[in-house]
């Protein structure tokens, strides 16, 4: 039998990482850009909007998480099949540039959350300044 080494816990993944990546992956999402925002439309079957949050972390990050609840049991009811997931969900997008982080608006309607960050109005191409030539 072999010892295990020290070195083997440290190159293991965290369990908040192992968690995090279970809830992301378990999260599709669908992104699709207009020519005025981006769009993020998640189903959400079954949750209240208080369980979802949807946050902008270290400026330009769109972060959309929460959790779905077991049902209370009710004493004479017993599983005979749970297909249903439960638990903490994440999804995690980086925002491009142009995206406006001060005009996101989040809806959830019939089981489905759509998140719509505006972008911003392209820059305007700076015009040539004209310099008045005095005479010295």
Known sequence: MM????EETVNAPSRNYVRDAKAMAATPVDVKEYPNSYV?????PG?????????????NVLL??????????????????????????MRKFSLPENANTD???AVC???VLTVTVQKLPPPQPKKPKTVEVKVA
């Open 109 to 111: 309607q019939d089981g």
């Open 3 to 6: 010892e295990a080494s020290g």
């Open 47 to 59: 949750l209240k909007s208080g369980d979802i949050k949807v946050q902008v972390e270290e400026d």
């Open 64 to 89: 959309i998480s929460g959790e779905r609840k077991r049902e209370e049991e009710k004493e004479e009811a017993k599983y005979i099949r749970m297909e249903r997931r439960v638990g903490k969900f």
């Open 103 to 105: 005009a996101i608006s």
């Open 40 to 44: 993020f439309v998640v189903d959400m």
